[in-house]
């Protein structure tokens, strides 16, 4: 396997704030990372694919300026919520892309839960 | 029609049984399959990979892919209550690496 962190796992933070949230693969490199949002007892959304040196490709409805990734090295992808407002309130979690050989696989970190009062 | 389908249950089974779940899907550009573990409020967890039509066993843990008929299962013998989680179903197509879920079927195993 691979491991992915997260950092926080957990955040509250008044409404009109930024928030950061990183995300590092720790024994691999991945020129990959991807962002996800959950929301309870549904299934994971990608909201965006974050690339090493480029800028992130984001999904259709996902807000570009609101949810800012740079991606500046091969191990760390951050996800900034700007001008977080209650409804931002959610489950994030990441993933990194591992290819080698014939495997492609996706590792995710733990999540971090964003409470926005 | 979603391109994954995915019994979201929950399923419930006693302690021991053979846990079974499934996925369907539409699009055969799919050639990557995943199953991933999750427990609440964690990041999932990969549990199974496989890339080809036929069974992969690990452990307690079977994964079987029928790529004629759009069809993956899991197999979880001797069920555990620590097998008590949210699992889903996730594919890759050849050519990229961005994963298409399935909803996710809640599973509880009751001691």
């Known amino acids: 396997g691979a491991v992915v962190s997260q950092h926080p796992s957990w955040v509250i933070c008044k409404s009109g704030t930024s928030v950061k949230i990183e995300c590092r693969s720790l024994?691999?490199?991945?020129?990959?990372m991807f962002w996800y949002r959950q929301f309870p007892k549904q299934s994971l959304m990608l909201m965006a694919t974050?690339?090493?040196?480029?800028?992130?490709?984001?999904e259709q409805g996902v807000e570009k300026d609101k949810f800012l990734i740079n991606h500046a090295s091969l191990t760390l992808s951050t996800l900034t919520v700007t001008s977080a407002h209650p409804e931002d309130s959610s489950f994030y979690i990441c993933?990194?892309?591992?290819?080698?050989?014939?495997?492609?696989?996706?590792?995710f970190g733990p999540g971090t839960r964003l409470t926005v009062l | 029609q979603k391109e994954v389908e995915q019994d979201p249950g929950p399923l419930s089974v006693p302690e021991g049984a053979i846990v079974s779940l499934n996925c369907t899907y539409s699009?055969?550009?799919?050639?990557?399959f995943m199953w991933y573990r999750q427990y609440s409020r964690k990041g999932p967890e990969l549990l199974m990979y496989?890339?080809?039509?036929g069974n992969k066993e690990d452990g307690r843990f079977t994964a079987q892919v029928d790529k004629s008929s759009k069809y993956i299962s899991l197999f979880i013998r001797d069920s555990q209550p620590s097998d008590s989680a949210t699992y889903l179903c996730?594919?890759?197509?050849?050519?990229?690496?961005?994963?298409?879920f399935g909803g996710g079927t809640r599973v509880l195993v009751k001691p």
């Open positions: 993933s990194a892309h591992k290819f080698s050989g014939s495997a492609n696989e996706q590792f």
């Open positions: 024994d691999f490199q991945a020129t990959t």
């Open positions: 974050s690339n090493e040196g480029s800028k992130a490709t984001y």
């Open positions: 699009n055969s550009a799919f050639q990557y």
């Open positions: 496989t890339y080809s039509s």
């Open positions: 996730a594919m890759l197509r050849a050519a990229g690496n961005k994963l298409t």
